[in-house]
């Protein structure tokens, strides 16, 4: 591998989106905007994509290497630059002529990386959690932040020199941004979702404490889906969006199953974002990019206290300043669900403030160079 790290670089860019399971986020945003613009069209862009997720990646056409197959470590290897919203495995080496760029999946309100105090995730220690975290960190040539607070956190969780942080908004927040009602609207219709019920998106994170093994994490609904239903199945629908990281497959018993629906994890977070009217959420980043569409937020947090001292640990600066309802009932979600509160602008003014639709442009920009004679 350390001879491959020396081989002479080419104009290839490997874009990869949660361990290659999907086609979506800032990567999906970067190659799409450098797809179309004939100063970049020099570069070869090619997806890193897991085994058995290789349909969606057919489907729309693009170029694509099965992750950890030969051929992907040659391409990685002489590759210009890495495009990747998660971590690389452990052993691969970057080649010093490779430019890594980092573009993190979401602003933090859970503790991330060496600010975690104590590591309850299976398989692992503190001590080498932190070890092999910062294995990674230490290839960012350039990580993108969405707003101030998150590089601050960033600098010192991931440690990374400042000097590589570079913060623009997401680039895959721009379709919240710029987006149309009409595309809301076929949105619902490709779904096939009903038009006269208000949708809510349902997005946890997953648990530390809660796991098969590592890597694994487990599926749980924590309201009471039965009450729910009969307080709110004649005006809304919940659809459920599991973290990518959460394995297994929960089965919605069949008398709700009209009411509370899973969503396929291929498709773009965006789009349930943009058909949805409000979003419950409990720790997850989520919430900092739902905020742009200025729609209410609610958190269902039954485990605050213990999640906050025990399990992962919460920025505090945050938590005192959640842009929407926090409660730990089920009656309690039905009741913030029924009062529909927007965030302030406060948070979105503090938080939102590059997300004005052109933060693509400003990482290729910074971060890819252009063939100036095209």
């Known amino acids: 591998m350390k001879i491959m790290a020396r081989l002479s670089a080419k104009d290839v860019i490997i874009f990869e989106s949660f361990f290659g399971k999907q086609l ?8 799409d905007y450098m797809k179309n613009a004939k100063a970049y069209q020099h570069y070869r862009l090619i997806w890193s994509v897991k085994a058995s997720f290789e349909p969606v990646f057919v489907a729309s056409g ?28 452990d052993w691969l080496v970057k080649n010093s002529q490779t430019t890594y760029l980092q573009t993190w999946h979401g602003t933090p309100l859970k503790k991330l990386g060496t600010d975690i105090e104590e590591v309850t995730m299976p398989g692992t220690t503190t001590a080498n959690y932190r070890v092999n975290f910062t294995r ?5 040539d350039v990580l993108l932040a969405q707003n101030d ?41 490709r779904l096939k979702l009903p038009c006269n019920k208000k949708i809510i998106l ?75 009217d409000i979003l419950i959420t409990d720790y997850s ?3 900092f990019d739902y905020a742009i569409l200025k729609r209410p937020i609610i958190f269902f947090t039954p485990d605050w206290d213990a999640y906050q001292n ?15 309802i926090m409660v730990q009932t089920t009656a309690d979600l039905i009741r913030a669900i029924r009062l529909e509160k927007e965030p302030s602008t406060a948070f979105y003014d503090r938080f939102c ?22």
């Open 149 to 189: 607070y998150a590089a601050n956190v960033f600098e010192r969780a991931f440690q990374v020199d400042s000097n590589r942080i570079i913060t623009t908004g997401y680039p895959r927040n721009d379709r919240l941004s710029n987006y149309k009602v009409a595309e809301v609207k076929a949105i619902k219709e």
């Open 62 to 89: 693009c170029e694509f290497v099965r992750r950890g197959s030969f051929k992907w470590i040659m391409l990685m290897a002489r590759a210009r630059y890495w495009v990747n919203n998660t971590r690389q495995p």
């Open 24 to 31: 979506s986020d800032s990567p999906k945003a970067l190659y």
């Open 202 to 276: 349902y997005a946890p994170t997953w648990k530390d404490n809660q796991s098969y093994r590592r890597g694994k994490y487990k599926a749980f609904l924590e309201f009471d889906l039965k009450t729910m239903h009969a307080e709110l199945g004649k005006d809304y629908i919940v659809l459920i969006k599991w973290h990518y990281l959460i394995a297994d497959h929960l089965t919605i018993p069949a008398e709700y199953d009209q009411f509370a629906i899973k969503v396929p994890q291929t498709i773009d977070i965006n789009e349930y974002f943009l058909i949805s």
């Open 136 to 140: 990674d960190t230490k290839k960012w």
């Open 285 to 287: 980043s989520v919430f």
């Open 310 to 324: 025990e399990i992962r640990g919460i920025y505090p600066e945050i938590s005192a300043a959640l842009p929407g």
């Open 353 to 374: 403030y590059l997300e004005d639709g052109l933060a693509t442009a400003r990482v290729v920009a910074s971060v890819f160079t252009k063939n100036d004679e095209l």
